[in-house]
């Protein structure tokens, strides 16, 4: 049974920053590429940020660029978000997906499994 547990969410002022992350349990992580997402009320769920099964490349959305990075651990089964310089449309639950196929993957449908969510408020 594949798992993915976010954990690292809560609230933070405008400017800080916050660290997610992601434990998989149940796949051979490391043959999968792993994605951020988040989704804020109201609105689609959207890519965030990704890395390739290696870690040697990554990718992330416009909106984050410069502020966000995303690792992985393939030793520990894990992946981060580093999030710094945090605004407050940054406000989100944020979601952690593997997938196995393609390279940099960005669209939802390409991810198999997913994790449940981690709450990242951010106050103005």
């Known amino acids: 049974q594949v798992q993915l547990v976010e954990s690292g969410g809560g609230l933070v002022q405008a400017g800080g920053s916050l660290r997610l992350s992601c434990a998989a349990s149940?796949?051979?992580?490391?043959?999968?590429?792993m994605g951020w997402f988040r989704q804020a009320p109201g609105k689609e769920r959207e890519f965030v940020a990704d890395?390739?099964?290696?870690?040697?490349?990554?990718y992330g959305a416009d909106s984050v660029k410069g502020r966000f990075t995303i690792s992985r651990d393939n030793a520990k089964n894990m992946v981060y978000l580093q999030m710094n310089s945090l605004k407050p449309e940054d406000t989100a639950v944020y979601y952690c997906?593997?997938?196995?196929?393609?390279?940099?993957?960005?669209?939802?449908?390409?991810?198999?499994?997913w994790g449940q969510g981690t709450q990242v408020t951010v106050s103005s």
């Open positions: 997906a593997a997938a196995r196929s393609g390279w940099l993957p960005r669209e939802k449908r390409q991810y198999e499994y």
């Open positions: 890395i390739t099964w290696s870690g040697g490349s990554t």
């Open positions: 149940g796949l051979m992580f490391s043959r999968y590429a």
